[in-house]
C-alpha cells in the first residue's frame, strides 16, 4: 500500500521550533518532488515549501522564507520541514504530498494541490502561548 505519513506536530510556543517529517511506504520517494501544504480552519490548502526528487532545488511561500527548511534523505525515503520562529499564524494541519516528476528544479506550479499524486493524512501544528 503506497502511503506518507507525517510526524513531528504539537504545540509550541511563538518563537519555538518543530521538526516536522514525511515518511513514505511502498513506494521510494527518489522519483518524486515532495510539497509541503498546510490548512487552517476555514482556510484554502495552501503550499508553504517544496524539494524537488534529487534535492537540488527548493522553493518557499513567502510567508515561511527565512524561517522554514525542506530536506530530504532518500536513503531514509524521508522529507523533512524544519520550523523556525514558529508564529501563532503558522497554526494548521501540515501535509505533505509526493508529485511523481524528475525535473531538477522547482515547476511553477509547485503548489497547485491538483499535481500532487499522494498525500499523507496530515499533522497538527498549533503555535500558541
Known amino acids: 500500500q503506497l502511503q506518507l505519513v507525517e510526524s513531528g506536530g504539537g504545540l509550541v510556543q511563538p518563537g519555538g521550533s518543530l521538526r516536522l517529517s514525511c515518511a513514505a511506504s511502498?513506494?521510494?520517494?527518489?522519483?518524486?518532488?515532495i510539497g509541503w501544504f498546510r490548512q487552517a480552519p476555514g482556510k484554502e490548502r495552501g503550499g508553504v515549501s517544496c524539494?524537488?526528487?534529487?534535492?537540488?532545488?527548493?522553493n518557499y511561500a513567502d510567508s515561511v522564507k527565512g524561517r522554514f527548511t525542506i530536506s530530504r534523505d532518500n536513503a531514509k525515503n524521508t522529507v523533512y520541514l524544519q520550523m523556525n520562529n514558529l508564529k501563532p499564524e503558522d497554526t494548521a494541519v501540515y501535509y505533505c504530498?509526493?508529485?511523481?516528476?524528475?525535473?531538477?528544479?522547482?515547476?511553477?506550479?509547485?503548489?497547485?494541490?491538483?499535481?500532487?499524486?499522494?498525500w499523507g493524512q496530515g499533522t497538527q501544528v498549533t503555535v500558541s502561548s
Open positions: 504530498a509526493a508529485d511523481r516528476n524528475l525535473f531538477p528544479g522547482i515547476r511553477s506550479s509547485w503548489s497547485r494541490v491538483s499535481r500532487y499524486d499522494y
Open positions: 511502498g513506494f521510494t520517494l527518489d522519483y518524486y518532488a
Open positions: 524539494i524537488s526528487s534529487s534535492g537540488g532545488s527548493t
